[in-house]
């Protein structure tokens, strides 16, 4: 199974947006509304933002959002803001019971 | 609180075993499948594997890589999920998670990793 493709680094400016994509294949990002996205800051544990494509868990700030069209997932990010500078990677349930990672991107707030 | 705690890594040899331990706390461990997720350094997420619930048959994952080598296994009595890591290689150096898994594998609660070196 291979990872997700993510951009390598994407950049925007304090209160602007930009939007990670995430593609896959019709055996992950396609076949499954199973899509997650995470935050990492350096030296730090992944933090959860967004699950099945568009939801939010309880605590996440709602300039997160997240979507999917065929087999590409995306995540925007409104509002930028300096602490949202950190690694974001995506992940899709798969075919076979098997969980697959995006590459990441690094998203720098200029 | 959801806490979820990694111990057991360190320093090992190729080729030798390591056993990691994720002992949860705050939840009902044994309603929920866990993952096992690793980073390489400055590379990123990977997926290594998962077992699910006991009520879905507690039943492990794994992905390609390590598929063979790993065994996850779990305790429910103590809430704690392992990994058996074999045949250790250096590219399994990286920092190891666990996390719970939540909708569709999506890991909503992360332990704060360990690291495992493999190196002669």
């Known amino acids: 199974q291979s990872a997700l493709t993510q951009p390598a680094s994407v950049s925007g400016s304090p209160g602007q947006s930009i939007t990670i994509s995430c593609t896959g294949t019709n055996s992950d990002v396609g076949g499954y509304n199973y899509v997650s996205w995470y935050q990492q800051h350096p030296g730090k544990a992944p933090k959860f933002m967004i699950y099945d494509v568009s939801n939010r868990p309880s605590g996440v700030s709602n300039r997160f959002s997240g979507s999917k069209s065929g087999n590409t997932a995306s995540l925007t990010i409104s509002g930028l803001q300096a602490e949202d500078e950190a690694d974001y990677y995506c992940s899709s349930y798969a075919s076979g019971s098997i969980l697959v990672f995006g590459g990441g991107t690094k998203l720098t707030v200029l | 609180e959801v806490q979820l705690v990694e111990s057991g890594g360190g320093l090992v040899q190729p080729g030798r075993s390591l056993r990691l331990s994720c002992t949860a706390s705050g939840f009902t461990f044994g309603d929920y499948a866990m993952n096992w997720v690793r980073q390489a350094p400055g590379k990123g997420l990977e997926w290594v594997g998962f077992?699910?619930?006991?009520?879905?048959?507690?039943?492990?994952e794994y992905a390609a890589s390590v598929k063979g080598r790993f065994t996850i296994s779990r305790d429910d009595s103590k809430s704690i999920a392992y990994m058996q890591m074999n045949s250790l290689k250096t590219d399994d150096s990286a920092v190891y998670y666990c996390?719970?898994?939540?909708?569709?594998?999506?890991?909503?609660?992360w332990g704060q990793g360990i690291l495992v070196t493999v190196s002669s």
């Open positions: 996390n719970r898994a939540f909708s569709g594998l999506g890991g909503d609660y």
């Open positions: 077992i699910r619930a006991k009520r879905y048959g507690g039943t492990p």
